[in-house]
């Protein structure tokens, strides 16, 4: 490995840890008039649909805001509660996220001892640009990488392979030389692979592949520590 690509949701950053607290919390304070179990049943079963499809979901995820309210607005009317709290859910849960947020334990140790070892490093990162550069910013993570590619800023996202080669590009490495680190399949492991860059899927939870899986990583680890 002469160079490693980064994924940052739930590789770096803790980012579905505590969702469903989250909305739990955004409930009590945007739509208390709403049953609150009845309203987290259907955030629930709203998140579910609106991430269920694939074309909505790269479309969407660059506006994150925007996605939670349709979603708060879609658990509202299966509720029979009133639309006008959707837009006030929405941002209650988006400051609550962003409140709660946390590095993961191995991550700073990761960047800080590839950094000393002066290896280059990439970050990659599927949506919303303000929402990425300001999670960026809060951890101080932009000293670490030599290349930042954020879905939103560069107009496309993974798996697209422009995506990979431009991060390449700008570390000035090969893809036969380079790694890419990521807890997502298809977009850290496969997309990658296709461009001739080693993917290494991190499965934190130690589930394994799923049945049936057509993608075939280069190496499964369960920390970043591992890499070291």
């Known amino acids: 490995?002469?160079?490693?690509?980064?994924?940052?949701?739930?590789?770096?950053?803790?980012?579905?840890?505590?969702?469903?607290?989250?909305?739990?919390?955004?409930?009590?304070?945007?739509?208390?008039?709403?049953?609150?179990?009845?309203?987290?049943?259907?955030l629930l079963e709203a998140r579910r649909w609106f991430w269920s499809d694939p074309v909505r979901h790269r479309r969407e995820r660059v506006d994150m805001l925007r996605a939670w309210t349709q979603?708060?607005?879609?658990?509202?009317?299966?509720?029979?509660?009133?639309?006008?709290?959707?837009?006030?859910?929405?941002?209650?849960?988006?400051?609550?996220?962003?409140?709660?947020?946390?590095?993961?334990?191995?991550?700073l140790d990761l960047l800080e001892r590839l950094r000393s070892r002066g290896v280059p490093l990439g970050l990659v990162t599927n949506g919303d640009a303000r929402q990425q550069r300001d999670k960026i910013e809060r951890h101080g993570l932009a000293r670490f990488f030599d290349a930042i590619v954020v879905e939103g800023e560069f107009g496309a996202g993974k798996p697209d392979e422009v995506v990979y080669r431009a991060a390449l590009d700008?570390?000035?490495?090969?893809?036969?030389d380079a790694w890419m680190v990521g807890d997502h399949l298809e977009f850290d492991v496969d997309g990658p692979q296709r461009v001739g860059v080693q993917g290494v899927w991190l499965d934190r939870e130690g589930l394994g592949l799923p049945a049936g899986s057509a993608v075939r990583p280069a190496r499964i680890i369960r920390s970043l520590r591992e890499l070291t």
């Open 170 to 176: 700008r570390i000035g490495v090969r893809p036969a």
């Open 71 to 107: 979603i708060a607005a879609d658990a509202l009317a299966r509720c029979d509660g009133d639309p006008r709290h959707a837009a006030p859910l929405a941002e209650a849960y988006a400051a609550r996220r962003r409140a709660v947020m946390r590095l993961f334990p191995d991550a």
């Open 1 to 42: 490995m002469k160079a490693l690509l980064l994924d940052l949701d739930d590789t770096l950053l803790d980012y579905s840890g505590g969702v469903d607290l989250c909305w739990e919390h955004a409930c009590l304070t945007a739509a208390p008039s709403v049953e609150r179990a009845r309203l987290l049943e259907a």
